[in-house]
């Protein structure tokens, strides 16, 4: 049967083959080994344009030269057909159409090197775009040397203190982090330590580069609030993963029946799991005082329906854009994680946790979360747009499994399925196959 791509995130960067026979189960298992934390930035998708607004003809956009450019200077007719082709490369990322930004981005590298050879920024963020398209489709080690190749260009051309320096950092762990929830090319898993170490690397990338855009473009600015996103979401994604590590020593010691007393988290850990959330929080409240891009206009709230019924997806604060609700996707899926884990910790008695949060109230904060991020994300976005995609399942995770609704979150499911046009069927058929991100 004709197959579906599309990417999930978290966010999130493969691209993924979903058949038309592909059932909850199995859809399920391919949207959760990505999603868990999005890192959609905010400048490359900044603009909605829609589709009759915007014809792409590689023969008469970049081959031809029409007669009311025929008067211009050769440099610029160049410049403005790889300006051209900055804006088909954005549109294509924007409908998750990877292969077709690829091309496009191969395009421009050659038209770059062309006209301003290799050691340029614009060669260099070519590369970046590259490497960015491999990282979508799951060709991981042709997106690391495309990063690398930028960075190269950008240390020689800029310096390690320019905030384009700090884009090919960002991207580089933004690359490792995806990398060690998908595993290897061709679906291979990786090993626990093989993760971890992918994970750390990926926090002193994004710790780099969140240094040089304080210093380079300040706390306010959209790019230095992605960095803060992405930092706290990744430090928490190593935290879990070691705590499943020790989750799965003390189930082994206790088939063991080895007589252990409960382990108290380290002073380390807690201070980890703190500054984790502080990154969060801190993306989201300074992405809400200072919007940037497209905002949406939000609804009367007095006209919403109660708190307590999960059929009311609308927002109940500022969130009004891609930025915030990038911030807030990552947030929520820090709270939802920590609440689920303080309950399986508590109800073990393996492991214990301090924590002055109620995992209820995280839960609810977390369902607020999402969908603030949904409502503007379904306002700005393609309904089929990986990040649109990725906070709909996110949440409708969080009303199962936090709130025991499972109606309303198969509602929600189903409602994925359809943008798709995927139709249930108990069968195997279905499977995972295989801009410049600032």
């Known amino acids: ?37 999005h890192t959609t930035t ?57 292969d077709d930004a690829l091309t496009a981005s ?6 770059s090197m062309e006209h301003f050879g290799k050691e340029h920024p614009v060669t260099a963020s070519a590369y970046n775009n590259i490497g960015l398209m491999h990282k979508h489709l799951g060709n991981f080690e042709d ?21 384009s320096y700090a884009a090919s950092l960002n991207n580089l762990a933004n690359l490792f982090k995806s990398q060690s929830m998908l595993g ?31 210093n380079e473009l300040g706390e306010k600015h959209p790019h230095t609030i992605t960095s803060h996103s ?19 020593q003390a189930l082994k010691e206790n088939e063991n029946k ?49 708190t307590n019924n999960n059929n009311s997806l609308l927002p109940r604060d500022k969130i009004q854009t891609l930025t915030s609700a990038s911030a807030a996707q990552n947030l929520a899926v820090f709270l939802k994680t920590k609440a689920s884990l303080s309950i399986s910790i508590h109800d073990d008695g393996k492991e214990q946790t301090q924590t002055s949060q109620d995992p209820n109230e995280m839960y609810a904060e977390a369902m607020q979360l999402y969908k603030s991020a949904l409502y503007v994300r379904e306002e700005l976005l393609e309904q089929h ?28 499911r189903q409602e994925i399925l359809d943008v798709y046009n995927v139709e249930e069927r108990f069968d195997d058929d279905g499977g995972s196959g295989n801009v410049s991100n600032k």
């Open 143 to 163: 997106s690391r040397n495309n990063y690398h190749s930028a960075l190269s260009i950008y240390k020689e051309t800029v310096g390690q203190d320019h905030a």
């Open 42 to 98: 905010a400048t490359s998708l900044a603009k909605k344009k829609n589709k009759e607004n915007i014809v792409i003809t590689k023969t008469s956009k970049h081959d031809k030269t029409s007669s009311s450019s025929s008067n211009k200077p050769l440099d610029q007719i160049r410049e403005e057909a790889m300006r051209d082709l900055q804006v088909e490369i954005a549109y294509y990322n924007r409908l998750a159409q990877y």
């Open 184 to 214: 290897n090319e061709g679906g291979e898993g990786l090993k626990q330590m093989e993760r971890i170490e992918l994970l750390e690397a990926s926090i002193e990338y994004f710790e780099e580069a969140l240094n040089i855009r304080v």
């Open 385 to 412: 747009h990986p990040d649109t995609i990725a906070t709909k399942y996110s949440l409708a995770e969080l009303i199962q499994t936090g709130f025991n609704d499972e109606e309303e979150a198969n509602r929600l």
């Open 230 to 248: 992405n930092l706290g979401s990744t430090i928490a994604s190593l935290l879990i993963l070691e705590h499943e590590n020790r989750m799965k």
């Open 258 to 306: 080895e007589k252990t007393e409960p382990r108290k988290m380290t002073k380390f850990t807690k201070d980890r799991w703190l500054a984790a959330e502080t990154h969060l929080r801190k993306a989201l409240n300074t992405s809400i005082q200072n919007p940037s891009g497209k905002k949406v206009e939000l609804p009367n709230n007095n006209n919403e329906k109660d």
């Open 1 to 37: 049967s004709r197959s579906l791509r599309f990417r999930v995130t978290s966010v999130a960067t493969s691209s993924l083959t979903v058949s038309r026979a592909t059932n909850f189960s199995a859809f399920s298992a391919i949207i959760r080994s990505s999603h868990d934390y």
């Open 106 to 111: 191969e395009l421009l590298l050659e038209k």
